[in-house]
């Protein structure tokens, strides 16, 4: 088949380029013909708030990635359009994560559908953003109207997709396993590639650092656990989007800083391995979320997990058998991570996550988007 994906890839870094660029691999190991469409213009600078939209990494050699996309220009999106639509894809899968992109997205997948051969599936990350702007509502909605079907990745987002669409075909697929970091190396290895303390138990916060995914809760799980797991530490690594001010306030009001490794920059690909080896646990304390790619990232390295009980999370985490669903609240964060330690889970867990994992394939996720494709 002929596969076209819209939607992040190199040069912009991050995980929804990491995300579009694996399954474009899976695409072509099948047989196929994929062309990925990506943006020359992604965000404009201020309306981005990390250091850099772009990786520093070489461009996959084995993928066919035009950069072309003006986020902001209507012309540009016709012209976009209009060249999908006359390469006459059987299949054009657009990645969809933000309001903001909903007119751009929406209208490059109207232009492709007049070649009334096309069929316009798309990845819904959110529908319902995390931190939501004035407009949200009518951007979504024109988007949701130019597409045929969609595959969700949690239940939260297939059920939030009915405020827009409660007709159209859709699939619900859990995020595939995120194998595209690299093989795992041993712990004492990766603890000496950062240079951390060989004998200390370290626990980790990955990602990028905006306020909903609670990175505060933790820091108060952590004074409860100065008393509990007096040598452990937190690793934290990831670049601030919301305000570092804020947050270094909070560990000197909370004086948890002795505990911290702080990485606080972007973490590129090829590092995240030797961050998800170092650690024995690995802590999302989320106050909202749908899905995330981190969870993918811990059953590839065989991390266990504490999450909390929002969207999709405790759909992907079994609570007590490959890590903790826990509330939102520090003090049942800290005792999770205490029960881990005193009880000697990480043997019990890394086993079970070796079975879980099986169910995350690349081939589950295409095959669910081929056979939708057939319907439409």
């Known amino acids: ?90 299949i054009l899968i657009v990645r969809f994560w933000l309001p903001f992109m909903g007119p751009c997205l929406g209208t490059i997948s109207r232009i492709v559908r007049l070649n009334r051969h096309t069929k316009v599936i798309s990845i819904l990350d959110n529908v319902i953003p995390h931190e939501k702007r004035f407009g ?31 007709k159209k075909p859709r699939e619900l697929t859990p995020h595939p396993l995120f194998d595209n970091y690299g093989s795992p190396i041993s712990k004492l290895e990766a603890k000496k ?62 004086d948890i800083r002795n505990q911290l490794e702080l990485h606080t920059r972007y973490i590129p690909d090829d590092e995240v391995a030797t961050y998800f080896c170092a650690v024995d646990l690995v802590v999302q304390p989320y106050k909202s979320a749908t899905q995330s790619g981190v969870t993918q990232i811990c059953y590839h390295f065989d ?26 609240q520090p003090l049942d964060v800290a005792n999770a991570i205490n029960n881990f330690y005193m009880f000697n889970k990480e043997h019990e867990f890394v086993q079970n996550i070796q079975v879980e994992k099986e169910k995350y394939s690349w081939n589950t996720l295409s095959q669910k988007i081929k056979n939708m494709a057939k319907q439409l």
Not at 140 to 160: E, H
Not at 224 to 237: D, H, P, R, T, V
């Open 1 to 90: 088949m002929k596969i076209a994906i819209l939607g992040p890839a190199h040069p912009l870094r991050g995980g929804l380029s990491a995300y579009n660029e694996r399954l474009a691999k899976e695409y072509i190991s099948q047989g196929d013909e994929v062309k990925i469409y990506t943006f020359s213009l992604q965000y404009p600078e201020f309306l981005f708030p990390g250091t850099s939209q772009y990786s520093n990494l070489p461009a996959p050699k084995d993928l066919d990635i035009e950069v072309c996309i003006n986020s902001v220009n209507p012309w540009n999106w016709i012209k976009v359009g209009l060249k999908i639509k006359d390469w006459k894809p059987d």
């Open 303 to 328: 991390k266990p997990m504490v999450v909390t009980n929002v969207g999709g999370l405790p759909e992907i985490v079994p609570n007590g058998k490959v890590g903790y669903v826990v509330t939102q």
């Open 193 to 254: 590639i950062l240079g951390l303390e060989m004998n200390t138990p370290y626990i980790l916060f990955f990602g990028l650092i905006r306020d909903y995914k609670g990175l505060d809760i933790l820091l108060n799980a952590m004074v409860s656990l100065k008393k509990q797991q007096a040598q452990l530490k937190l690793i934290i690594a990831g670049e601030y989007y919301s305000n570092q001010k804020e947050y270094e306030k909070l560990i000197d009001a909370l």
């Open 136 to 166: 949200d509502h009518i951007l979504t909605k024109y988007f949701v109207g130019a597409i045929s079907g969609f595959i969700t990745m949690s239940k939260s987002v297939y059920n939030d997709l009915s405020v827009f669409n409660k």
